[in-house]
């Protein structure tokens, strides 16, 4: 660790002139990369390393562009030579997860989650214009193939886990057939691609950012706004998700400038929270079965819950039976039981 701080420290002398007074080591999250938080005279920028530099220039690129444009994401500052190391704007400690949690569902809340949406809707419009998808870390664009990896990632790393039966061809055609579905969207703008409570940080101004869009691509904007809205730890109630919901609608509307068919955005972005939902659930599934690691095996009861109240309420517009079959399997009690002794 001690090489990283050296490196990071010798990063933003090169960028200030003068050494930082103090360097923080801030806590990891879900990746491998490694945050620090360096104090100068003038206030404090964050300091990132990731081995990953596919994943860096992704970042940074996608962030030089959006800053170009007024959008609300962090400044860069200086990258390292190797392309390991970079130096951001700092824009505090606090999500709006965090407000969520402490403050509980108030108005304060939900205003700053109509103006994420807002926000949202800007940065998938705005920023889409003249980029590069080449730039992008995995595929250009979240088309058929990109839908079926994350069916086939909840598939391999969730429901085959459980070893229960299934009719595995039929449930590949299902597949098929909603992702076939799923490809036919009327809009295809800056897919943010991870749009959830912790990726927005509120400032005091009350003005909200984005971080974490490195693995954006092109594709629906209803698969950000489904990511939102049905964080399993953010777990809105109905009546929010609806609301914000619309808010996000009129929002998208007043940014391309014209009107939407609201009933066909609405069944498609119901599409796009199920496959939203299997990819967290693949997520958890990687992390907390094959990984062993403590927080993800924690969230899976959660975003099986989840994934039992959309299905309940929500209809998808398409007809896909073994999938049905195989869903209702994974939300049962058993199952959710299974995994919900590991929070103690």
């Known amino acids: 660790m001690q090489h990283l701080v050296e490196s990071v420290t010798s990063l933003y002398k090169q960028w200030k002139g003068t050494e930082p007074i103090s360097v923080d080591l801030l806590p990891q999250s879900g990746s491998e990369r490694r945050y620090f938080r360096l104090h100068g005279k003038e206030g404090s920028v964050i300091g990132t390393y990731g081995a990953n530099i596919k994943e860096n220039d992704s970042f940074i690129y996608f962030s030089k562009s959006f800053k170009e444009k007024n959008l609300s994401v962090p400044e860069i500052f200086i990258v390292s030579e190797d392309g390991m190391f970079y130096l951001q704007e700092d824009l505090g400690n606090v999500s709006l997860l965090n407000h969520l ?107 909200v950012h984005f971080i974490d869009y490195q693995g954006g691509m092109k594709g629906a904007p209803q698969y950000d706004a489904a990511s939102m809205l049905w964080q399993a730890r953010a777990n809105l109630p109905d009546d929010w998700k609806n609301d ?29 929270v199920l496959i939203r ?7 958890y599934g990687f992390r907390g079965l094959f990984e062993r690691k403590a927080q993800f095996l924690t969230s899976i009861p959660l975003a099986l819950r989840n994934l039992r109240e959309f299905f309940q309420n929500q209809s998808l517009g398409i007809a896909v039976p073994e999938f049905r079959k195989v869903l209702d399997m994974c939300v049962a009690d058993e199952i959710i039981e299974q995994f919900t002794p590991t929070q103690a």
């Open 244 to 272: 914000l919901l619309e808010d996000y609608m009129s929002s998208f509307e007043t940014i391309i400038g014209q009107s939407i068919d609201k009933a066909i955005f609405r069944s498609q972005y119901n599409g796009y």
């Open 277 to 283: 939902l299997l990819q967290v659930l693949g997520a």
């Open 101 to 207: 949690e402490s403050k509980g569902l108030t108005d304060e809340v939900y205003d700053l989650f109509k103006k994420s949406l807002e926000a949202l809707a800007r940065l998938q419009v705005k920023g889409d214009d003249g980029l590069d998808y080449s730039q992008c870390l995995t595929n250009a664009e979240f088309g058929k193939q990109a839908i079926m990896a994350d069916l086939l990632y909840f598939k391999y790393y969730f429901l085959d886990a459980l070893r229960k039966p299934y009719d595995k061809q039929k449930l590949i055609d299902d597949f098929e057939a909603l992702s076939n579905y799923l490809t036919h969207t009327e809009y295809k703008y800056f897919m943010f691609r991870d749009f959830q409570s912790r990726n927005i940080m509120v400032k005091e101004d009350n003005s």
